[in-house]
């Protein structure tokens, strides 16, 4: 009884000690199958007969019916054989203790579910090759299905499984799947011993058999030294070569390995000019430099030989008010070219200076503006002209609102200072007034000049040279006229000399560079004047500069409108006319 | 480039559809008598319905286990609950002898009879396992191919059994199915199988049609001691 109760407290639980139970049911070939069960804790239940199974088939919905055969052999087994088995039927099976008409356990089930295969037999191997270095093999495996099962026919489509392990170990290694009755083992290691096995299932089904029994698997190795040899040596010099290559690219990279590995420290920035951008002839930032400092251009010495020449536009007179003047002469720090009077025509250029010997032409004055053969290149130098050309506002070229001389370190030095000077203002006529500059510092230099004895006005024969001291005393002899214009701007021509046009200016560096000496030159006191500049009064129809300090003589002296230089014979006194500079060009 | 991405795309697919060679489709099998044209042995149809039906039981084994492992956490330990699928009527050998002692016509007979009456119910599988949430999209998908597996399936069994009455080996007693046969997936309160009951029940038919199939074929097909 009280059996009875324990079974009834712990009915259909799988603690470690329970009651009667099925232990399983199998079938191994999906024909027929087996139940076991034990008795459990119940030892007063394990004789035979005790504990009775039976089954039912779902399927016809019969009755209840006692196993049809009680294993002899083996306990606790009851064997349902092919008549009695019926597959894609489900069965439920008890286990009942008929003295006491006690059902123990109850289970259902169909056969293709339990459906546990035999071992695959005729487990062998065959060596399929040994690797180079004879260290690993590889296997073929082949084995045979279980014989109860019918896959001739394909009542049991079998999927196999093949595992093996070094010997004695104890992880095994699966390997995938096989339909077939063979399978490949790779990489094995000689001289270690293998075991392999195999079991199947079902395929669609998740029962596996039983393993067959395993095979041993060895291959010895073959001692062969010759095989590493080789190998080491091809290592070495495979490391050696390697190293070779390594060194050679870093020698030929190897600027640029010091690049990327140590960057170049940027050296301080300082402001001002650089001195590697002049090396590389960058003169853009020092241009700008320059021109943000109100330095000269040096763009102007180095590539235009030829001083600005002025032009005034002509076509329309009218224009000619201050403003436009104005604008020219203040505006135009343009590029290489640029000018700040324009004239219509370059062709103005030869024209013959005025024959009077008293009063230069201003007009002939103009004409001597260098550049004024047309070139329309403008010469530093005219923007320079020096106060010994007071007259023309030679010097209101661009440079015109820059302080020439003192502010350029960067000029050249056989720029004379004294050839310089700076328009201060503007008449309202539109002329241009310059400052007095240097002019106190000339008449020492006219002093120095008066040795060479120049004629004021008699340098007809050499054809438009004049000196400042010509100049000067031309400037003297001018009857005194209002306002600042006197004299008569003379070009500084000693640039007779070739070395004096250095391509840059009419300008001789100092006047002691006259080199000829004017016949009849009697010395003439050198009477600077007060203001030794003269306003750019307007322009004729010929395009020259019309200044204001011969009013009384305007224009006396017949400029040929050639437009070429005019021939030496016609040589104003102390005019140089273009043609002539133009001779005297580098 | 001329054409962008879309345009030759839109090339590419028209290509497709207007070359007849681009589209898969079922060409039939060389015309009788034609020469110089393999035709298929009956052993050839009946190596390739088996095959067919050894992916669809083993498609429908799958999401049986996919939906016992998911929706039914303890095992088949004690399956009380009868079930009674909708092609219990049909009357089916139980086992290989009682199958191989069946007569070629009724086994050919049966085993259309099976697929003929999956054929809605299968749609009616994919349609609910579609709209429920709890399948992932792998399980409806695999659904929706079994349906179409069983469909084909019974189309080739269809035309190996016309091929085995061209060659005499069946005799005329093979009726085709009436729509009659086709029966509802009901159980027995009458109401209609869940989708659990249809994959079990499925899975147990697949397996069945398979296993027929091989039997029958050792029998038309003589080979080793079939």
């Known amino acids: ?586 | 480039m001329g054409l962008s991405v879309p345009a030759v795309a839109v090339l590419l697919v028209v290509l497709l559809c207007l070359d007849p060679h681009g589209r898969v489709g079922s060409a039939p099998i060389c015309a009788h008598g034609s020469s110089g044209c393999h035709v298929p042995s009956l052993a050839d149809l009946f190596d390739r319905v088996i095959q067919h039906s050894a992916r669809m039981h083993s498609l429908s084994n799958d999401l049986h286990s996919e939906f016992e492992q998911y929706f039914l956490p303890s095992k088949n330990h004690i399956r009380k609950i009868y079930r009674k699928c909708h092609t219990s009527n049909i009357l089916t050998p139980n086992g290989k002898e009682n199958a191989q002692k069946l007569a070629r016509e009724e086994l050919t007979e049966v085993i259309l009879k099976l697929l003929m009456a999956w054929r809605d119910p299968l749609f009616q599988l994919h349609q609910s396992m579609a709209h429920q949430q709890d399948f992932n999209s792998f399980s409806s998908n695999k659904a929706l191919e079994m349906g179409d597996m069983a469909h084909e399936l019974r189309k080739g069994v269809e035309k190996v059994a016309e091929k085995m009455r061209v060659l005499g080996m069946l005799g005329n007693s093979v009726t085709g199915l009436s729509a009659a046969e086709a029966m509802l997936p009901l159980s027995d309160s009458g109401e209609a199988m869940s989708d659990y009951e249809l994959l079990y029940c499925f899975r147990r038919d697949s397996n069945k049609v398979q296993n027929y199939l091989k039997i029958l074929k050792c029998r038309i097909v003589p080979e080793h001691d079939c």
Request: include cysteine; charged fraction near 20%; hydrophobic fraction near 35%.
């Open chain 1, 1 to 586: 009884i009280w059996c009875h109760l324990l079974a009834l407290t712990r009915n259909q639980l799988h603690p470690p000690s329970r009651g009667p139970h099925f232990t399983g049911c199998r079938s191994r070939e999906q024909e027929t199958f087996r139940c076991w069960w034990s008795a459990g804790i119940f030892q007063n239940l394990t004789e035979p007969g005790t504990l009775r199974v039976f089954y039912q088939t779902k399927n016809a919905l019969s009755e209840w019916q006692e196993c049809p055969d009680y294993t002899h052999t083996v306990k606790n087994e009851c064997y349902f054989n092919k008549t009695f088995t019926h597959i894609w039927t489900s069965y439920c099976i008890q286990l009942r203790s008929v003295r006491e008409n006690i059902t123990y356990d109850e289970t259902c089930f169909t056969v293709e579910n339990i459906v546990h295969p035999d071992p695959p037999i005729g487990l062998n191997w065959t060596l399929l090759n040994v690797s180079h270095s004879g260290l690993h093999f590889d296997i073929l495996v082949r084995w045979a299905p279980p014989p109860s099962a019918d896959v001739q026919m394909g009542w049991m489509s079998l999927m196999y499984q093949v595992q093996y392990r070094v010997r004695n170990a104890s992880h095994w290694e699966m390997l995938d799947l096989e339909s077939g009755t063979q399978q490949s083992i790779y990489g094995l290691h000689t001289d270690k011993e293998y075991e392999v096995r195999v079991r199947c299932k079902m395929s669609a089904f998740n029962n596996f058999g039983e393993f067959s029994d395993s095979i041993l698997v060895h291959v010895a190795q073959i001692p062969s030294k010759e095989s590493t040899f080789p190998t080491t040596l091809v290592l070495i010099f495979g490391v050696i070569g390697l190293v070779i290559l390594l060194v050679l690219l870093i020698f030929s990279q190897q600027q640029r390995l010091m690049v990327i590995f140590l960057p170049p420290i940027p050296a301080p920035k300082i402001k001002g000019i650089d001195p590697e951008l002049l090396k590389n002839g960058k003169l853009d930032q020092l241009n700008s430099l320059l021109s943000s400092q109100d330095m000269y251009k040096p763009d102007f010495y180095h590539e235009d030989p030829w001083v600005e020449f002025i032009q005034l536009d002509l076509d329309d007179p009218a224009e000619k008010n201050e403003s436009s003047d104005t604008q020219h002469l203040l505006g135009l720090s343009r590029s290489g070219s640029s000018h700040v009077l324009h004239f219509k025509s370059d062709d103005d250029s030869g024209r013959a200076s005025c024959y009077d010997p008293e009063i230069p032409n201003p007009e002939d004055l103009a004409a001597l503006l260098p550049g004024h053969s047309g070139r329309g290149d403008n010469h530093p130098l005219v923007s320079r002209s020096s106060s010994s050309i007071p007259d023309l506002g030679v010097q209101q070229t661009s440079e015109v609102e820059e302080t020439p001389i003192q502010t350029q370190p960067a000029v050249p030095s056989w720029v004379n200072m004294d050839f310089y000077a700076q328009v201060s203002d503007f008449t309202p006529a539109g002329g241009v007034v310059l400052s007095p500059g240097q002019l106190n510092s000339s008449p020492e230099k006219k002093k120095e000049e008066e040795n060479e004895k120049k004629i004021p006005f008699q340098l007809v024969s050499d054809g438009a040279y004049t000196s400042e001291n010509t100049a000067r005393q031309l400037s003297a002899d001018v009857p005194p006229s209002p306002g600042p214009e006197q004299g008569y701007q003379t070009f500084p021509t000693q640039a007779v000399e070739g070395n004096l046009w250095n391509g840059e200016y009419l300008v001789s560096t100092s006047d002691s560079q006259i080199p000829y000496l004017l016949p009849e030159a009697p010395p003439v006191p050198i009477l600077p004047p007060v203001s030794g500049y003269t306003v750019v009064q307007e322009v004729d129809a010929q395009h020259s500069l019309l200044l204001n300090p011969p009013s009384s003589q305007p224009a006396i002296c017949p400029h040929s409108p050639n437009k070429h230089l005019p021939a030496m014979p016609t040589m104003p006194m102390g005019y140089l006319t273009p043609d002539l500079l133009g001779n005297l060009t580098p």
